[in-house]
């Protein structure tokens, strides 16, 4: 496959390296998901030269096959089978495939996963009946299940403002990179699972990034670039909360050189 990946234009190249590169990279990290005592990860990874696609999975919250993807690896998988089936996004497809794929009758249904709730449990001292084996359902997703169970439109969750948003995107923007119209449709995507305005307004924001690597390969700057769209009067997407994803942007900018680890302790909540 990797040979003919090469063998395509480069953007269409760097579309399939986006999906692809993000699903492999989500399973890769899965055995160490939500691992939030820091003292537990520095345990886990001190001196090793390799930590992804771990064996046996650490994760205090699920177990699942090393080399599965995570309820974000499968968001994104469900997202592009949908694009396929519907030659580009289909809305009311969309939402058919997501209740499927996560829904009552699928592997995903579970009663200790069901009564967590984002918020109130303790991420750190993870509840004794944890792990679950099998996958995760996010905030967002059962949040989705409940409304559409209910007849409620929209059926995306108001209040989850999870990463979510920024992974099922992904074969969004590859599809409609240089569309005028692909801010529009990832907003439609992301709005499916989560309507929380900072959801959508991040998502938008990861969206303007990754255009820019899909168009260009190696852009310059492009988180700059990211704030400079939000920041514009020409933004052609506008949403109210652009100028605190901006600012959120600039912070990153200004620890660029600062190593990961540092950053988020020193910079950034640590959640």
């Given at each position: 496959m990797a040979s003919?990946?090469?063998?395509?234009?480069?953007?269409?190249?760097?579309?399939v390296a986006a999906v692809v590169g993000a699903c492999?990279?989500?399973?890769a990290a899965q055995p160490l998901h939500?691992?939030?005592?820091?003292?537990?990860?520095?345990?886990l990874t001190a001196n090793k030269e390799e930590i992804e696609f771990?064996?046996?999975?650490?994760?205090?919250?699920?177990?699942?096959?090393?080399?599965?993807?995570s309820s974000?690896?499968?968001?994104?998988?469900?997202?592009?089978k949908s694009l396929v089936d519907s030659n580009g996004l289909n809305v009311s497809h969309l939402k058919g495939a997501i209740y499927t794929f996560f829904g009552p009758d699928s592997e995903y249904e579970n009663?200790?996963?069901?009564?967590?709730?984002?918020?109130?449990?303790?991420?750190i001292n993870v509840k004794k009946t944890l792990p679950i084996l099998g996958?995760?359902?996010s905030n967002s997703m059962r949040e989705f299940l409940k409304n559409v169970l209910a007849n409620k439109e929209p059926p995306g969750s108001a209040n989850d403002d999870q990463i979510d948003c920024a992974i099922r995107i992904i074969p969004l923007v590859a599809l409609y990179a240089g569309h005028r119209d692909m801010l529009k449709k990832v907003e439609e995507g992301i709005r499916i699972l989560q309507e929380s305005d900072m959801a959508v307004a991040s998502g938008l924001a990861a969206a303007r990034v990754l255009e820019q690597f899909i168009l260009h390969g190696n852009p310059d700057n492009p988180l700059q670039k990211t704030v400079d769209d939000l920041s514009s009067l020409a933004n052609t997407n506008p949403q109210e909360l652009d100028k605190a994803v901006a600012g959120q942007i600039r912070?990153?900018?200004?620890?660029?050189?600062t190593p990961h680890e540092v950053a988020v302790d020193k910079y950034f909540k640590n959640n």
């Open positions: 003919q990946v090469l063998e395509l234009p480069p953007v269409m190249s760097r579309k492999v990279a989500d399973a939500w691992i939030y005592r820091k003292s537990l990860m520095e345990s771990r064996v046996p999975s650490a994760n205090p919250f699920y177990r699942l096959e090393t080399g599965r993807n974000y690896g499968d968001q994104a998988y469900v997202m592009l009663a200790e996963n069901g009564a967590y709730r984002v918020g109130k449990e303790d991420k996958p995760w359902r912070q990153v900018i200004r620890v660029a050189s």
